[in-house]
T-cell receptor
Framework: KAGVTQTPRYLIKTRGQQVTLSCSPI?????VSWYQQTPGQGLQFLFE???????NKGNFPGRFSGRQFSNSRSEMNVSTLELGDSALYLC??????????????FGPGTRLTVT | KNQVEQSPQSLIILEGKNCTLQ??????????LRWYKQDTGRGPVSLTI?????NTKSNGRYTATLDADTKQSSLHITASQLSDSASYIC??????????????FGKGTTLSVSS
């Protein structure tokens, strides 16, 4: 099976602009989670989508939003970009293992730089 | 507060040597503990997943141990190789049926293997 793919891999934007990142999960996986990774904070959970519905949301401002399509592909949007939004954005699709244990498969990430 | 602490923050070892990375957590309730390897600029890749009933799990030269009583885990790397240079992230899962918020991430240990 093909892995999780994310596009674009690299992005440079200016403060105040908006950006849309895309994620295609592993075929058959219906859950997609998004994370922000910065050197100081590590991985922080943004939100999770399951069957086109946002199931959970982390502690991020409303400038961060997402959606999921019927084919499970997901997009993440950040509006009014700030310098602090510079980070590696990771997408993960999940497969149920057993006893409420899910394995998460991460994509390569999108490196966003805000100048 | 649910937290995962890793030590050391960074480590440099010679190729061929063994090393052990530590993880302490204050997460409750506890479901599982994972170790991920993240190469620079890439997404994390799962090395091991252990539930509370498992004390040890191996994946090639990687061996993870778990002491649920003391809430400690370690990742032992045997006969290190240059390709082991990466960030190793300890992640604790809490019982949930939502994959995203069910994981608490440590900030990682950066391992550098030199020749």
């Amino acid at each position: 099976k093909a892995g999780v793919t994310q596009t674009p891999r690299y992005l440079i934007k200016t403060r105040g602009q908006q950006v849309t990142l895309s994620c295609s999960p592993i075929s058959g996986h219906r859950s997609v989670s998004w994370y922000q990774q910065t050197p100081g904070q590590g991985l922080q959970f943004l939100f999770e989508y399951f069957s086109e519905t946002q199931r959970n949301k982390g502690n991020f401002p409303g400038r961060f939003s997402g959606r999921q399509f019927s084919n499970s592909r997901s997009e993440m949007n950040v509006s009014t970009l700030e310098l602090g939004d510079s980070a590696l954005y990771l997408c993960a699709s999940s497969a149920y293992l057993a006893a409420e244990v899910y394995e998460q498969y991460f994509g390569p990430g999108t490196r966003l730089t805000v100048t | 507060k649910n937290q995962v602490e890793q030590s050391p923050q960074s480590l440099i070892i010679l190729e061929g040597k063994n090393c052990t990375l530590q993880c302490n957590y204050t997460v409750s309730p506890f479901s599982n503990l994972r170790w991920y390897k993240q190469d620079t600029g890439r997404g994390p890749v799962s090395l091991t997943i252990m539930t509370f009933s498992e004390n040890t799990k191996s994946n090639g030269r990687y061996t993870a141990t778990l002491d649920a009583d003391t809430k400690q885990s370690s990742l032992h790397i045997t006969a290190s190789q240059l390709s082991d240079s990466a960030s190793y992230i300890c992640v604790v899962g809490i019982p949930a049926n939502q994959a995203g918020t069910a994981l608490i991430f440590g900030k990682g240990t950066t391992l550098s293997v030199s020749s």
